[in-house]
């Protein structure tokens, strides 16, 4: 079927950080996005449509609650990797967790490779405002399942949260 149109604009900062990454100081998307088009079969309270989000940036994490919000995906949020796996532990399971790769406390890389040796087998997305040539292999290399760069582009970003939450089936390990 057809779903609704969401039609936004979305302005925010780059955070002091991410700002040594990019050359821009200021992202902003616009974007037409169809977010009332998910597949129900997975069902509200499959873990597939529960996403746990790690970073430590204010303005990120409200970034991305909007988008799941309107995805009506339900989600959890981590502000450090250490954050992360007491979570996924004591609150999972979880469908997907997006992993900021940079942190204080304990970095994305670091708890991915803990996760992993826990068991858990949830789908990562590596986040990282490092674009250069190596870094994607890092988050590979620590146990994540991709990775994708800031600043997140609307579009594509909507496309891989589908891929990992519209069904049981679309790659989910739920552990």
Known sequence: GQGTTFRFRIESTVADSDRAASDETSASAESVVNFASIDDDCGPDCPCRRVLIVDDTPQNVDLVQRILGKMELEYAVAVNGKEAVEIAQK???????????????????EATRQLRALGVTTPIIGVTAQAMEGDGKLCLDAGCDRYITKPLKLDEFVKVLREYTESPNARQQVS
């Open 91 to 109: 609150d999972g399971p979880f469908g997907l967790i997006l992993m900021d790769m940079k942190m204080p406390v304990m970095d994305g890389y």
